[in-house]
Structure formats: structure tokens, C-alpha cells
């Protein structure tokens, strides 16, 4: 049997903004580091990233945004020219060897896609992909190339394959949406919490696609405060209905934390435990579906307490290691700490103390249901 390939380089963590900023590429090192403590991350199942090429960026984006990123690294870019292409902002500071950084990403998407599209993995993981938000010309969301796009229009232009896009983000997967409405080979589904409150402020219901994509673009916004139990039937059920009615070749899954309820820049209340459950369904259609042919790529998380342990149960669940309980082990404990001033005591498992009753509870979880009600309502009824 092929063996799972999980794309990491110390390399990743170019991709860095500035001091302070959320989006730190530690989280997907602590993660990793994390794996290697426990004995679950081998020598030989880790493969090196390679660069994404020209060509390869250009299947969905721009060459002259392309340009744009290759020169703004060490040459004066004007107002125009951010408010453009969306880099130089409070959100998507440029930052030295910019390009560089951002196509090693896309290519360590490309590799995890290759190593299974070419029989070597059954699953493979690159957590430091996951760059959901950039357009073809506009960098969004910390995001600027789009590793998830690229990789997809990759599958399907060279394997011609049909691909399952899962973004289970708490901020809509508008970048990937929008590259593929109107492509019927691609379906994106989406669940995240209502841009009525959130970044980006898409992802309704009645986004569902154009043209020949029609009824191929999914979108199941969340209430804020939603809780693990509507998180999971929602998620679960639009999984098994979209892959029964499209019966993809693949899946790939974008696997943002942040609807973690430490999150800070999102209003979700789930715990760790979706983050079992996330990647073992994940897993579970690909194997039923796609002859177990699954990518999975990292994206959001803002705290540290949260992400490292989520991304590092997909790699858990890929390889059917039973989730630890106890303490996370001392050095990945010292890495998170110096991120809080106060100390943290962190088990592999969320205390119950930290989930408060939520009123509207019963609330949340109809409008949820609906709301995928009538997401899938069109073609998967």
C-alpha cells in the first residue's frame, strides 16, 4: 500500500509578514513539531516541497499580478498599485522574497496533490497550504497566490479528474469559489460562519455557481456561536449527499481552525473534538468514493492552543493513530507558551470548563440545518 506523504521544509516559514501579524507560519512548524514528539511523523513518509512555476501559477492567475509579486519585494510599489492587487495592505504586507515564499507553498500543494494523483500516497498533507482567499489578479486574507486553486486546475487539466474542494474555514473559501464557478469539474463546498459578521463577507446560499458550474458551488453559513454538534451534522450530511449525487475523483480539503472557540478573529464555539471528526469523514468518502485519493492543506487558526493540535490530528487520522490523551508533550507545550503571558496547561483534549451554555443553542442548530437545507436543495435533494 502507497505510503501517506506528509510536504514539509523549514523553508515554509518565509512566509512571513511581519512580527505580530495572525497568520504565522509557526503554527503549521509547532504542529509539525508536535508529530515528531509523539512518534507519529516518520523520516520517510515527509517529502521537500518543490517551487511552483510560472506556468503553474498562471492557471489561475494573472501574469501581470505575477509581475506585480515578483517586484514588490525590493522595488516602491504606488497606492495604486496596492489598492489593485490588494499587497502592501494592513492585512497583506509585503515582505521580503515574497514570490519565493508563496510559490514554495503552492508547490508544496502541488507535490501533496502529485504524490497521490501519481499512486505514491493515499492521502498526503501540506499544512502550510490552505491560502484560500487570493484571486487570479488580488492578493486577500493574508492570502496571495492561491495553492488550493492552482493545485485543483493542476488535477484537472493534467489527471482529468473531478475534484471535491472541502473549505470547513470559518471565513468563506472565496478565492477557490470564484476560480471555479463556472466549471462543472470542480465542487466547492464551503461551511463557515455567516459573512454577516466575518471576513470575507460572502458565501451565501445562493451562491451556487454559473453557466455550465451551476449547482456545483455549495455554501453552508454558520450562526456565530455554533457548536460542535450543528458544525458536525451540517458538514457531515452535505459531505455524503455531495458525494453521492458527484462521485468526485479526489478530495481535497482545506482545513482552517478557527472555528475553534479560542479563536480570536472569529465567533464560532466549537472544540477540538471537530477536529477529529472533520478529517475521519474527510477520509471516510474519499475512501468510498475516490479509491481514498485525499489532499489536505492547512489554512486559518489564530491561536496557537488550538491549531497546532487540530492540524495535527489530520495527520493522526490519515494514518489511523488513535488521538493521545494527556498532556501535549513538554516541548511543544514551551513553543505555544511563549505566544501567552499567562501559563498554559494543554491537554490533547479542551477542558469542559471553557464551554459555557449558549442560549439560542436550539436556534443556531435549526437555522444551520436549514440553511444547508437549501444549499443542496437544487441538485441534492
Avoid at 517551487?51 to 501581470?64: G, I, P, S, W
Avoid at 473531478?162 to 464557478?181: C, E, I, M, P
Avoid at 451556487?208 to 455554501?219: I, M
Wanted: aromatic share 12%.
Amino acid at each position: 500500500m502507497a505510503q501517506n506523504k506528509f510536504v514539509f521544509s523549514e523553508d515554509f516559514l518565509h512566509y512571513h509578514f511581519k512580527d505580530g501579524h495572525p497568520f504565522n507560519q509557526d503554527r503549521m512548524y509547532i504542529a509539525y513539531q508536535l508529530l515528531r514528539s509523539i512518534g507519529a511523523l516518520t523520516d520517510d513518509q515527509i517529502v521537500a516541497p518543490r517551487m511552483a512555476t510560472d506556468e503553474e501559477l498562471l492557471l489561475v492567475h494573472d501574469a501581470r499580478y505575477i509581475d506585480f509579486i515578483k517586484r514588490a519585494s525590493d522595488s516602491p510599489v504606488t497606492q495604486e498599485e496596492i489598492n489593485k492587487y490588494g499587497v502592501g495592505t494592513e492585512d497583506t504586507p509585503i515582505f521580503d522574497n515574497m514570490h519565493e515564499a508563496t510559490a514554495l507553498i503552492v508547490g508544496g500543494t502541488l507535490t501533496a496533490a502529485e504524490e497521490v494523483m501519481e499512486g505514491r500516497a493515499k492521502y498526503s498533507a501540506n499544512l502550510s497550504g490552505g491560502l484560500h482567499h487570493s484571486f487570479r489578479s488580488k492578493a486577500s486574507g493574508f492570502c496571495i497566490y492561491n495553492d488550493c486553486s492552482v493545485a485543483i486546475e493542476h488535477i484537472v487539466q493534467n489527471y482529468g479528474k473531478k475534484v471535491l474542494y472541502v473549505d470547513t474555514d470559518a471565513h468563506h473559501g472565496d478565492g477557490v469559489q470564484w476560480s471555479f464557478y463556472d466549471n462543472p469539474n470542480v465542487i466547492t463546498l464551503s461551511i463557515h460562519e455567516t459573512g454577516r459578521y466575518l471576513f470575507p463577507g460572502t458565501g451565501e446560499v445562493s451562491e451556487r455557481g454559473t453557466g455550465q458550474g451551476y449547482g456545483s458551488s455549495f455554501n453552508v453559513p454558520l450562526d456565530a456561536f455554533t457548536e460542535d454538534d450543528s458544525f458536525t451534522q451540517v458538514y457531515t450530511e452535505a459531505m455524503e449527499r455531495i458525494c453521492e449525487h458527484f462521485k468526485p475523483d479526489v478530495i481535497l480539503t482545506q482545513n482552517g481552525a478557527d472555528a475553534h472557540t479560542y479563536d480570536p478573529l472569529t465567533h464560532l464555539h466549537c472544540s477540538i473534538d471537530l477536529y477529529e471528526t472533520i478529517p475521519k469523514v474527510a477520509r471516510r468518502l474519499a475512501d468510498k468514493y475516490c479509491e481514498g485519493r485525499w489532499i489536505a492543506t492547512g489554512g486559518g487558526g489564530y491561536d496557537w492552543r488550538a491549531v497546532t493540535r487540530a492540524w495535527a490530528m489530520i495527520w493522526l487520522v490519515m494514518n489511523d493513530i488513535e488521538i493521545p490523551d494527556g498532556p501535549l508533550p513538554p516541548n511543544v507545550m514551551k513553543e505555544i507558551q511563549k505566544y501567552y503571558d499567562e501559563p498554559i496547561d494543554l491537554h490533547w483534549r479542551d477542558p469542559a470548563e471553557i464551554f459555557a451554555p449558549i442560549e439560542r443553542r436550539s436556534v443556531i442548530d435549526v437555522n444551520n440545518y436549514n440553511a444547508m437545507q437549501r444549499a443542496l436543495s437544487v441538485v441534492c435533494p
